[in-house]
């Protein structure tokens, strides 16, 4: 029996599934600046996601994790493509000259492309209250980014972080389909294995950095490769198995207040009142979108909803 549309609101494990890989994706810019350090950008991806793709191969081999039917590896190839090849590529190499508080606004933009791909592609709805949310959450993003970083600049990079949005966007409406089939490990690991292949491109490049690295740069990536790399994005994928796509991706937002808490208890940042009162109505917007954003659910809305399913 399909479980209640809602269902996913009365359960506990698929909120901590949301603010842990939450938590790792937010240490993961400190890593991404250590790991620039001595490594190219197609580097660092490559390297993270060669350790997170090693881990779920210790995983599949624990476990015997069973293969992908044939019919499902077109749909995960290109969810891997979109996910973990363009996402983490194009941002990174677009962060090498967009101003911090532009890629986040940028990067922002990303749960408004989900919802728009959600409402066409796999009839999810949103109501006026969801759009609205969606729209203060953003409003929200830009004061933040206004606020911390005091300027906004847009360089030609910034068509590479648009890019990386767009990219993580269709990686959430792409990968409904296939979670209702597979467990979040299962899935993840597939998606993970595919986006790492593209990234080979790097390899030369990887072996003779590797060879002048700083042992912390290094241990940089290989820790954004076990936590913020494939611990995080297996529990994206399991609350993404429960819970309507273009919901889920209003929890981005979260992101930059997850870095300014960060930065104020660790680094003694202290943020600005701009980025305060932004964090500040970023939250309010993401409470509106999951407390009153669902809109009636259409016929196909229902029959896509996806299967609940265990990691084992």
Same mark, same amino acid.
């Given at each position: ?17 949301? *603010?842990? @890989?939450?938590? !790792?994706?937010? %240490? &993961?810019?400190?890593? +991404?600046? $250590?790991? /620039? ?62 101003? *911090?508080? @532009?890629?986040? !606004?940028?990067? %922002? &933009?990303?749960?408004? +492309?989900? $919802?728009? /791909? ?195």
């Amino acid at each position: 029996m399909t479980a209640p549309d809602d269902a996913w609101r009365r359960e506990p494990l698929t909120w901590a599934a949301i *603010a842990v @890989a939450l938590l !790792l994706w937010a %240490s &993961a810019f400190a890593g +991404i600046r $250590a790991g /620039l350090e001595s490594y190219g950008p197609g580097q660092v991806a490559l390297l993270r996601f060669l350790t997170a793709s090693a881990v779920f191969f210790a995983y599949a081999s624990v476990t015997r994790m069973r293969a992908p039917d044939p019919r499902d590896i077109p749909r995960i190839a290109l969810a891997g493509f979109l996910g973990i090849t363009t996402y983490h590529v194009a941002l990174n190499f677009g962060e090498v000259t967009v101003t *911090a508080g @532009a890629a986040s !606004l940028i990067i %922002s &933009a990303s749960p408004i +492309i989900t $919802a728009l /791909l959600s409402v066409f592609l796999i009839k999810e709805r949103l109501s006026v209250a969801g759009w609205i949310g969606i729209v203060v959450s953003f409003l929200g993003v830009a004061l933040i980014s206004v606020g911390e970083g005091g300027h906004l600049a847009f360089e030609p990079g910034a068509a590479l972080v648009f890019l990386a949005a767009a990219g993580t966007a269709l990686y959430f409406v792409v990968a409904k389909r296939p979670l209702r089939r597979y467990s979040a490990i299962e899935f993840t690991a597939y998606a993970v294995w595919a986006g790492t292949l593209p990234m080979l491109v790097f390899a030369p490049g990887l072996i003779s950095q590797m060879a002048t690295a700083t042992p912390a740069a290094t241990w940089a990536v290989l820790y954004m490769g076990v936590f913020p790399g494939a611990v995080a994005y297996a529990l994206w994928s399991y609350a993404l198995a429960r819970m309507p796509a273009s919901v889920l991706a209003t929890f981005i937002y979260f992101q930059p207040v997850n870095a300014i808490i960060i930065a104020w208890i660790w680094l003694g940042e202290v943020p600005s009142a701009l980025a305060l009162v932004g964090g500040t109505i970023s939250l309010v917007g993401v409470v509106i979108v999951n407390t009153r954003g669902r809109g009636k659910p259409r016929q196909a809305a229902a029959e896509a909803a996806p299967a609940q399913a265990t990691d084992g």
